[in-house]
């Protein structure tokens, strides 16, 4: 029923939200990159919170409803898993596999992406 699913999420919080375009190409540029289940990480160490980026392009899919689903999808899933990895910015490419995932693929795919990023981050 529809009272026992969760919510979507509408945004991340703001402090999870990178604030500016060019925080966002200084990652892009100049973080490390992990290939996960999920797709492409890149990400760099942060002084601040912690903050990520999910970028579902048309090679996705074309539709825009798709891409906006699988958006909010992991962007719920990051809010609440509570994710430690504290003081990383990361940007994530999601893979075009994840167009024909349910959500709850989704969510297993980021758990495994973002347990991989603990461990490289915490190796670095």
Same mark, same amino acid.
């Given at each position: 029923?529809?009272?026992?699913? +969760? #919510?979507? %999420? ?7 939200? !990178?604030?500016?375009? &060019?925080?966002?190409?200084? @990652?892009? &540029?100049?973080? %490390?990159?992990?290939?996960? +289940? ?5 990400? &760099? /160490?942060?002084?601040?919170?912690? /903050?990520? $980026? !999910? @970028?579902?392009?048309?090679? *996705?899919?074309?539709?825009?409803? $798709? ?7 992991l962007? #719920?899933?990051?809010?609440?898993s ?7 910015? %990361? *940007? *994530?490419? @999601?893979?075009? /596999?994840?167009?024909?995932?349910? &959500? ?9 992406? !973002?347990?991989?990023? %603990?461990? *490289?981050?915490?190796? #670095?």
């Open positions: 029923s529809l009272r026992d699913r +969760p #919510s979507p %999420a509408m945004a991340l919080r703001s402090a999870l939200r !990178f604030s500016d375009r &060019r925080n966002i190409h200084a @990652v892009i &540029r100049a973080g %490390a990159t992990l290939m996960t +289940p999920l797709g492409r990480i890149r990400w &760099r /160490r942060s002084g601040k919170e912690t /903050r990520v $980026l !999910f @970028v579902v392009s048309t090679a *996705v899919s074309k539709k825009s409803t $798709l891409r906006h689903r699988i958006k909010r999808q962007e #719920s899933w990051f809010e609440r509570g994710w430690p990895g504290r003081g990383l910015e %990361a *940007v *994530v490419s @999601v893979d075009r /596999r994840l167009a024909a995932a349910t &959500r709850e693929e989704r969510w297993r795919a980021a758990a495994a992406a !973002f347990k991989l990023l %603990a461990e *490289v981050a915490h190796r #670095s």
